[in-house]
């Protein structure tokens, strides 16, 4: 979708991932492949192995079995576990962004606003402290935070700004993909709605993939196009995120489903 | 991504309401499982008026071929119990003309409608779908191309407004336009002209629909069903608690997509806006039920 890539090739491979802790599975055998402007949800109950999924995508966690392959800059199609350590790191900071489910595992809390933000254009790259700030304020300005926040530190933000901060910092260097573990897990749902469409508005705008872990079905079906479910560390279901919650197929899917209280 | 303009509707003269009856009692609603030649019920992509089905219509073939398709619900939670919907349903949609799903409620309409978009899946048949140059099998394609097929070529107006907090009528309205690449100020105007014509009271466009009443709410969802071009399109029940006066709008936008070549399967309940906008009608208890 960017940088003239084609959206018929994956951005992201994963190929019979697998992670054990001792005797205990985390997730087992799982191969998906997240493709440019995609929203992938992931869902399932805890426990279900979602998040190991989400850090073994991520690198953040070692696999024990299968492999994961992303699709670089350049197009060339890599092998995660051959990059270096420092070119992880530069991947994570500039082509990936990762929002978690507690802003303070996201953000520096002692930092200001702008800092978070600009920290991330630092290490692309930027030098210029004028330019730097008035990027971040145009990002605060996005995710609906008022420019005179900038000097504060997240410490004094609500828990929807200081998310609403989280995305900032993350998508101010235009990543590719970004990962999100449970982004409106333990907000009010008024600070909930407002934080969807904006991660709606963002994602369709940029064209970002994304892959989304949340337990949350409402939250997939506003947000995803494809959904995985999973359950006990393996998929079990795959589809159009509309076909897997109208039409569930597998026994625990539909209790998932069906477990959902209409408001 | 896509290669059409975007133009949902005939620019211009489009604006203006046909409330012109149509006069198509003469033609009868005939229940077929149109398995059955039906070259002489095609219009002209470019549209014929008043129920005339020339010769000469378009030879390009079904834009929709629906073969021995077979559904059953398993419920898991209710000790495996298997409800069964449809088998062995068979029909052709061809570019320009409106047909009906027709039968009693529980008899699969929605169920089949569902199926076509690939919202619920099928577990036997073929539900072949012509986009563009390829032919795509809802039954069984990959689902990101389901997802490239409905951005482009199918388009499914629900019977219900899928609310989201905070969208606007009119972003709700325009999201497919701007999907297809049109400008966010054009696809905005064409929003706000469509709800003019579908009589929604200009102080409710910025609002978020989750407060309208349910026709209001289902002119808004006609008017984002209706607004992009999609050659395909499946309404279930879009006039389902609209007035007369807004049933007749809505028969004169489908009129009019008809004439643009768009072909549409639906479920009409509502007899008069049944024998105004549809050709024949397929009733689908024809598809017997096998458990």
Redesign the interface.
């Known amino acids: 979708m960017t940088d003239g890539m084609s959206?018929d090739a994956p951005l992201l491979v994963a190929q019979g991932l697998g992670k054990t802790y001792g005797a205990r599975i985390g997730c087992r055998d799982v191969s998906l492949d997240i493709?440019p402007g995609?929203v992938l949800a992931v869902v399932g109950e805890s426990g279900s192995g979602k998040s190991t999924l989400l850090g073994l995508l991520s690198t953040e966690l070692a696999a024990s079995t299968g492999r994961v392959s992303y699709r670089m800059r350049d197009g060339v199609l890599r092998d995660l576990a051959s990059l270096g350590a420092a070119e992880r790191r530069l991947l994570m900071r500039t082509d990936w962004g990762f929002v978690r489910q507690n802003p303070a595992d996201g953000l520096r809390m002692a930092v200001s606003a702008g800092g978070n933000v600009g920290e991330r254009l630092m290490a692309v790259g930027w030098r210029h402290y004028g330019n730097i700030r008035t990027e971040a304020t145009d990002w605060l300005g996005r995710v609906e935070i008022a420019a005179d926040r900038i000097d504060d530190d997240p410490r004094a933000f609500s828990g929807g700004m200081r998310q609403r901060l989280q995305i900032a910092r993350n998508l101010v260097t235009k990543p590719r993909l970004v990962f999100m573990d449970e982004p409106t897990g333990g907000l009010d749902v008024s600070v909930q709605?407002?934080l969807?469409?904006l991660i709606?508005g963002l994602v369709s705008e940029l064209g970002l993939a994304v892959v989304i872990v949340t337990h949350d079905l409402a939250v997939a079906r506003?947000l995803s196009?494809?959904m995985v479910v999973m359950r006990h560390g393996r998929v079990i279901e795959?589809?159009?995120t509309?076909?897997v919650l109208?039409?569930p197929?597998?026994?625990y899917t539909?209790?998932l489903v069906?477990s959902v209280l209409a408001a | 991504m896509s290669t059409n303009d975007g133009t949902g509707l005939p620019p211009h003269p489009a604006l203006r309401a046909d409330l012109s009856p149509l006069g198509r009692g003469e033609k009868g609603l005939v229940s077929e499982t149109g398995r059955s030649d039906m070259s002489d019920q095609r219009p002209l992509p470019d549209g014929e008026r008043g129920g005339l089905r020339g010769e000469g219509a378009n030879t390009q073939g079904p834009i929709l071929s629906v073969s021995g398709v077979a559904k059953t619900f398993v419920l898991h939670l209710r000790e495996g119990a298997r409800l069964p919907v449809v088998s062995g349903a068979g029909f052709e949609l061809f570019p320009g003309e409106c047909v009906a799903l027709g039968g009693p409620s529980g008899a699969g309409k929605s169920s089949l409608l569902k199926m076509v978009y690939g919202n619920y899946r099928v577990d036997a048949g073929h539900i072949r779908v012509r986009d563009g140059e390829e032919t795509v099998d809802v039954a069984t394609a990959a689902p990101r191309r389901l997802m490239t097929l409905r951005a482009t070529t199918m388009g499914y107006v629900s019977q219900f407004l899928r609310v989201i907090p905070r969208v606007s009528a009119l972003d709700v309205v325009a999201e497919p336009l701007i999907g297809d690449g049109v400008s966010r100020e054009t696809a905005l105007e064409r929003a706000g002209a469509l709800l003019a014509r579908l009589n929604l009271p200009e102080r409710l466009w910025s609002l978020p629909p989750a407060t309208f009443s349910g026709g209001e709410q289902q002119r808004v969802n006609i008017a984002r069903g209706l607004i992009a071009h999609r050659p395909l399109l499946l309404m279930d029940e879009p006039t389902a608690s609209l007035d007369a006066a807004n049933r007749q709008v809505v028969i004169g936008l489908i009129e009019e997509k008809k004439r643009a070549g768009v072909a549409i399967l639906g479920i009409f309940h509502d007899a008069e806006v049944r024998e105004a906008v549809c050709d024949r009608v397929i009733d689908v208890t024809d598809f017997a039920k096998v458990a």
């Open positions: 959206t493709y995609e709605a407002r969807l469409d709606r506003l196009h494809r795959t589809g159009l509309d076909q109208d039409d197929r597998e026994p539909q209790l069906s």
